[in-house]
């Protein structure tokens, strides 16, 4: 895994230009002369010589304009008369003066400041670079540049009032070496009126678009010329270099975490995850306006855009809507009327577009998965390393009890409103890299950052950035929100009973109920890769448990560990391959496990409802009561079905279902509780590439997708994208009767070689969750 930074350097002193006078055009002071006489007599010549210099031009041929005033030869003291000539456009003053002609920024991507900035592969002709590091500029003037006799600086802008004091007007001096923590630049090439800058950011400087302008003087005359460049230089953080903030070691992380436009993003439950390719696409047209465009929508000043903990926090808030007027509208209702179905989107592209072209109107609609998907586009352009993250079985705490808590009455029926807590299927969320100057050493690297809109953080709908070596040891006192994030991955579940006299019993307790499989696509592949060891120790170690007690001490419920619950009889649902599919049957086994000497016998309470993928329950489908009688260190095994005829009419999105098992052993009174989420896995697109792939030759690729269901789809829709290939196309399929096969044909024409991905997407309010990848290697053109 890439190191941690190590240092920072100091903040970069501002460059001021030394010598440029206060008003342009400021005349030079006379040259004293010994005769009064002369002096006076010669005044209404000099007044108008400096006037008007283009009607007055000496005999000689210097370019020396500043000598005696009363035109006194150097040769024989003998004053020399001024000849006047008329005004014409290329007058000796017009030749002497220094302007811009015009500036080359080098922003082509055949250009080294692309290259070496690794900002190549956005979609752009503007200058995009990135702090920390040199770029090259060409200024084409309108004479040689002298350093003698001229000045040169530069000055940029960023946001709507720029202060030099607010390092949002940066002005830069021309010097003859660059310093590394400077805003700076330096001549590196001269070619008659041609010259060549290398200039130099520091590692703190503000992230953004600029407004350049160059001023020149030529000190002489103090004449002063400025030039407004017409195109924006667009700053982003470095993350190759080390004393960024946001620096990542290793070429191959770097790839993944911020070049790679394309990932995976996983869902399901643990034992059926699933995974779905997602377009990140932070280089394609428009989307780095787009994503400064957030910025900008946001209430948080351009100043404070140079320290990426700030900005990973706006983009926290800025991705949802509910209080910002944010990129992403959010909805669960399963009624996705005016907007697109959070299932049907696979990318970030098309979103982020939106958002720009309708002025900061949110998008209809996102889940969890589409918020990650879009923060990790927004971040991997800004230069930040990003990764999108699942965690299954998800806990959501909303009192800050650091305890995920289920509360049961008298005859132990679930009271509904009093459980608040939930936990979900899996909860997509994403990870930054970057250095924690603000926290104790050794926090910094990975940071859980949540643009989902789910507890407010200081007022605001956001999370973190929460540091996971915080979480993994329990530090729950460190910002931000870092309570939060412990509870969704490492918090104990507990069950409550209430007494007669109306408070409430701990009764069972759960510690491995949540924060399973936490995953993230690996790095150079499209695999699954297991992180769950980079939040937590391995559950039951003893360094699970302490950084549990710790962290619940700060919670609203710290004695809840001061009386442990001695067990023994256990109880589980266990389920074969990868699980029910939909349109079939739901077969699971129910496990109950006797681990004493003694013989034991329990009635087993079962339920089963329909889920969000939040863990919000719909509504109950079955119930069932189950005698159980075990012998000494037996483990029973109990089939279980539930037919497809009683889930058919109630399946919301994701397909998702709760069973919850709740009983009391007779001998020992000891309570059994047990809750297990499961979907019903959805069939695949298959996508079929025809042909050999070219850019700029129409090419095109199979879909089809088998019905599982025993009744009609009504109005099917395929979504279709790739970058580089086509932009967001949807494809009109109609109904699909039962069990029926549907083929469709879909072309394009490729943009850029390489290898890319064609991802489809299938929405209709009966099944949700199908979609299909196919990697398509694309030729440059012949």
Known sequence: MPGERLSIRDNAAVGRFHGVSASNGQAVPERHTESKTKKEESGCRCWFQKACPCCFRRQSSSYDVSGDVDGVAAGDGEKEEPTPLTPTGDTELDELTLAVRSVDLLSRKSDRNKAEHHTDQYNSDQLIIRRGQTFQIELDLSRPFNPNTDKLHLEMKTGPLPQVSKR??????????????????????????????????????????????????????????????????????????????????????????????????????????????????????????????????????????????????????????????????????????????????????????????????????????????????????????????????????????????????????????????????????????????????????????????????????????????????????????????????????????????????????????????????????????????????PEGSEEERIAVETACRYGSKPDVYSSPIAEDVRVEVRMEGEGPRMGGDAQLKIVVKNNSSQPRRTTLHSQVAVMYYTGVLKDTVKKDTLNVELNPQEEKILEWVLPYTQYQNQLVDQAALMMTLSGRVSETQQVLANQTSFRLRTPDLNIEPIGEAYVGKEMSAKITFTNPLPCTLRNVVIRVEGLGLRDLHPIKVGDVSKHANVTVTEHFVPTIAGKRKLVASLDCRQLTQVHGVADIDVHESQ
């Open 168 to 537: 949002t007007h940066i002005i830069i001096p021309l010097v003859d070496e660059l310093q590394d923590e400077s805003w700076e630049a330096k001549i590196v090439e001269q070619n008659v009126n041609r010259v060549r800058l290398s200039v130099n950011s520091p590692i703190t400087a503000v992230i953004g678009k600029y407004k350049l302008t160059i001023t020149t003087q030529y000190l002489k005359t103090g004449e002063t010329t400025t030039h407004d460049h017409d195109k924006d230089i667009y700053m982003l953080f470095n993350p190759w270099c080390e004393d960024d903030m946001v620096y990542m070691e290793g070429e191959k992380e770097l790839k993944e975490y911020v070049l790679n436009d394309t990932g995976r993003i996983y869902y399901g439950t643990e034992k059926q995850i699933g995974a779905r390719t997602w377009n990140f696409g932070q280089f394609d047209e428009g989307i780095l306006e787009a994503c400064l465009f957030v910025l900008d929508n946001s209430e948080v000043p351009p100043s404070g855009r140079g320290d990426p903990v700030n900005v990973v926090r706006v983009v926290s808030a800025m991705i949802n809507s509910p209080d910002d007027l944010g990129v992403l509208e959010g909805n669960w209702s399963g009624n996705y009327a005016g907007g697109m179905s959070p299932t049907a989107w696979s990318g970030s592209v098309e979103i982020l577009r939106q958002y720009h072209r309708e002025g900061g109107k949110p998008v209809k609609y996102g889940q969890c998965w589409v918020f990650s998907g879009v923060t990790t586009t927004v971040l991997r352009c800004l230069g930040i390393p990003t990764r999108s993250v699942t965690n299954f079985q998800s806990a959501h705490d909303t009192d800050v009890s650091l305890t995920t808590d289920v509360y049961f009455d008298e005859n132990m029926e679930p009271i509904h409103h009093l459980n608040s807590d939930s936990v979900w299927n899996f909860h997509v969320w994403n990870d930054c890299w970057m250095a924690r100057p603000d926290l104790p050493a050794g926090l910094g690297g990975w940071q859980a950052v949540d643009s989902t809109p789910q507890e407010t953080s200081h007022g605001t709908f956001r999370c973190g950035p929460a540091s996971l070596a915080a979480i993994r040891t329990g530090q729950v006192y460190l910002k931000f929100d870092t309570p939060f994030v412990f509870a969704e991955v490492n918090s104990d579940k507990i069950y409550w009973q209430r007494n007669l006299d109306g408070t409430f019993s701990q009764i069972h307790s759960e510690k491995k109920a949540v924060g399973h499989c936490i995953s993230t696509k690996a790095v150079g592949s499209d695999e699954r890769v297991d992180i769950t060891n980079l939040y937590k120790y």
